[in-house]
């Protein structure tokens, strides 16, 4: 199977975020169809460079991450 190219990935994860909900990283990457590591890459990109936000959901055992796009880029 080819690999995917992150910029690909990257536009996915930006066409998943458009609906202005709250997404976690899991359905991110399910969505996607990527690995979450690869998720969490772009995710992170994204937000260095301020197109999304995060913000901390339920602790259990591992914080959960939900991510959204920012309120001037809707």
């Not at 996915?12 to 202005?20: A, E, G, Q, V």
């Not at 991110?28 to 990527?34: C, G, K, W």
């Amino acid at each position: 199977m080819p690999r995917k190219d992150i910029l690909k990935i990257t536009e996915k994860i930006l066409k998943i975020l458009s609906d202005k909900k709250e997404h976690s990283v899991q359905s991110i990457s399910l969505e996607a169809r990527t690995q979450w590591r690869t998720a969490i890459k772009c995710l992170e990109f994204l937000q260095k460079i301020g197109l999304i936000k995060e913000r901390k959901g339920n602790i259990t055992y591992k914080a959960e991450r939900l991510f959204s796009l920012n309120k001037k880029y809707y």
